[in-house]
């Protein structure tokens, strides 16, 4: 029976500010002394696996990414667009409104005053390219390890905020390999692999608008668990997934001959739907904490078990050859002397 | 070296390449995917699925879950979770009952090989016992082996002397006839050039061989050869069978320069008392000890008196006499 040929990937899925636990589980992985083959990211995964991607040592990846996060909690990661702010606001406070119909009339104005942005969010991206410039060069990047990010095409703000709270499932998830693209785009993929609407602009990408992966695919967390293109583009056999919500609706049993571990959050790690904007030091390091700890005892307990058959299979090989080399040698005094 | 080994060392997995090759083509072991189905699907998936749906029991979470049918999205998940696992777990008892049924297979034939082993090792004690019962027999047998082997060399080794020995017992007989066909004694007396040549034999390898022969025919032929070689020189030179002539024996001895005499008198009454030890009975000795340590008329009152030096000798008797004496003493 010839070996199937096996490779290694490992999925980041996103959760805004809560991917400080992905650093954490980084540093385990380094620990454990696993290296991928590939890499997938959505949202704030897009932006941990982007480094991830261009450094490709998991070592030296682990240590960066735990530095990157403390300064993101000690500088201001988010920041504030505050004319787009006030416009989004507006739209979306008006949508909800008992006074639907008066809200097709500031619609139409503030659609004359924005000059059709509807795709617009309040923040900008100028922290997370800063980091992308800094620890994922293009250059690098161009040769590091196969990187997927899971997007989604933007429908506007307002389907887009209604998909990111479950109320539409219209979304279709593209991954795409962001060393496919031109080096112009290769950091807007990464960006709009984690724009979410309101907060951050979509991104033009080979003239589509591309929005955050994880408004798509929301029956079985397609779009912000993005193991799919691993799996089918890049045949890897091993994933290990790191996901950064309590209950994702990802199914492992969708991927047949696929070996799976997933890492999910100890229950009580994440205590409010504001965790994702929470940059803050004291939440930074309980969730690299937390990474860290969960990833060791889910990958321990799950290798011990691997551990167990393959020591079965060393020592059943091993009473093979001893009984072999017995029977072999078929022991026997002559009967004369 | 395959992408799945590197990936099973980062797993820090205890398995040898070669020994996952080789026992994937003789054995079937539950996958890895089935494993990680039952204690991650279930330990991980399974209880944070279980975790959410037991916190979400507020009236509004309930009616919200259930509206937009996450409740039973969570459900099915944690289900497909669960059944999953059991399968695993099922296939993976099975794997173990396979195992153990492979150990006890093993178990039969390494028991086989046991009682197998017990049986030649009972054959080879009960033809270890007919040995030790043969033990004295045997010993027997190499000391007779021994003794015969220790014989045949000591024999070998006399023969080997011997041949060396023969050769250079004969070598000295050629010498000495050589000396006297080269004239190197004509200063002395017929008689004493007998009786010098055959004591140099004798002093040397030819008495040496004549002792190491145990055999008295082989004496008779080493002693015979001596003899006719003399008789074949020394008839040219005179009538062997004519007697010796005392007074002139004694007269040409007085001519010796004194060194020569003087040895002449000292091996011979050496001779004379070796003899006289081992009960011999010295007579040609005799006559040359006193012919050689007196002057000329003591010397034939001496020889007068002697009982044992005859009055009328030939040289043929006198050789004989005289080489009886030297290869007996």
């Known amino acids: ?51 991830y991607a261009a450094q490709k040592d998991t070592k030296n990846v682990a240590k960066m990414l735990e530095d990157i996060w403390h300064d993101m909690a000690s500088s201001e990661a988010l920041k504030f667009d505050k004319k787009k702010a006030f416009l989004n606001i507006v739209e979306v406070i008006a949508f909800f409104s008992p006074l639907a119909p008066v809200h097709r009339v500031v619609k139409t104005t503030t659609t004359i005053l924005r000059g059709c942005r509807s795709q617009e969010g309040v923040l900008t991206t100028e922290p997370a390219e800063n980091i992308l410039e800094k620890y994922a060069p293009v250059e690098k990047l161009l040769k590091g390890l196969p990187f997927y990010v899971g997007v989604t095409e933007s429908s506007g703000n307002m389907i887009d905020t209604l998909r990111f709270l479950g109320l539409s499932h219209s979304g279709i998830t593209d991954y795409i390999k962001v060393q496919s693209l031109n080096t112009e785009d290769m950091y807007k ?110 990958l321990k307990d799950t290798f011990a078990a691997l551990n167990g058959k393959y020591e079965r299979i060393t020592s059943e090989y091993r009473s093979d050859q001893a009984i072999q080399s017995l029977i072999n040698k078929k022991f026997s005094i002559p009967d004369d002397y | 070296m395959s992408k799945k080994y590197k990936i099973v060392q980062a797993f820090n997995l205890p398995v040898e390449y070669e ?85 006890d297979h093993k178990i039969s034939i390494v028991a086989s090989e046991l009682s197998r082993t017990q049986d030649e090792i009972l054959k080879f004690y009960a033809q270890h016992q007919t040995l030790k019962s043969r033990v004295t027999e045997l010993k027997e047998v190499f000391f007779e082996f021994e003794t015969s082997t220790k014989q045949q060399i000591s024999y070998l080794r006399d023969y080997i002397r011997n041949i060396d020995i023969r050769t250079q017992a004969m070598d000295a007989l050629d010498l000495e006839i050589s000396r006297l066909t080269a004239n190197k004694y004509d200063t002395l007396a017929l008689p004493l050039q007998i ?35 003399f008789i074949t020189h020394f008839k040219s030179k005179c009538d062997l069978d004519s007697y010796m002539d005392y007074e002139q024996l004694a007269e040409k001895i007085s001519t010796l320069q004194p060194i020569q005499k003087d040895s002449l008198a000292f091996i011979s009454t050496q001779h004379y008392n070796t003899m006289i030890t081992n009960n011999g009975y010295p007579e040609a000795t005799d006559l040359v000890s006193i012919m050689t340590s007196y002057e000329k008329n003591v010397a034939l009152q001496e020889v007068d008196k002697k009982s044992n030096i005859a009055n009328f000798i030939t040289y043929n008797d006198y050789l004989t006499v005289t080489l009886q004496e030297h290869l007996k003493a």
């Open chain 1, 189 to 298: 993929i990464i960006l709009a692999s984690a724009a979410l609407p309101l907060l951050f602009d979509a991104v033009t990408v080979n003239g589509k608008n591309y929005r955050d992966g994880c408004l798509s695919s929301l029956d079985n967390a397609g779009g912000n668990t993005p193991i799919k293109p691993l799996v089918e583009n890049e045949q890897c056999t091993h994933i290990i997934i790191c996901h950064l919500d309590h209950g994702s609706y990802f199914n492992r049993h969708e991927w047949k001959n696929v070996n799976i571990i997933e890492i999910r959050p100890t229950f009580g790690t994440f205590s409010s739907d504001l965790d994702p904007l929470r940059f803050s030091i004291d939440k930074i390091d309980l969730w690299i904490e937390q990474g860290y700890k969960d990833a060791v005892k889910i």
């Open chain 2, 19 to 103: 020994t996952l090759e080789q026992i994937e083509e003789t054995h079937n072991y539950i996958s890895d995917k089935l494993i990680l189905d039952a204690v991650n699907g279930v330990n991980v998936v399974a209880r944070d699925l279980h975790e959410v749906s037991k916190l979400r029991q507020s009236w509004l979470q309930r009616t919200t879950d259930t509206l937009f049918g996450n409740s039973k999205k969570r459900q099915d998940l944690i289900n497909e979770n669960l059944i999953e696992g059991l399968n695993a777990c099922s296939q993976w008892l099975q794997d173990h009952d396979q195992h153990i049924s492979r150990i």
């Open chain 2, 195 to 229: 009786y010098t040549a055959l004591d140099n034999i004798k002093s040397g390898y030819g008495g040496m061989y004549y002792d190491s022969l145990t055999n008295e025919k082989e004496k008779k032929e080493f002693q015979e050869r001596i003899a006719n070689e």
């Open chain 1, 1 to 51: 029976m010839e070996m199937k040929k096996t490779k290694l990937g490992i999925v980041l899925s996103g959760g805004g500010a809560k991917g400080a636990y992905e650093a954490g589980f980084l540093k385990a992985l380094s620990e454990l002394n696993i290296q991928p083959d590939a890499l997938a990211g959505t949202s704030i995964g897009a932006l941990n696996g982007s480094v």
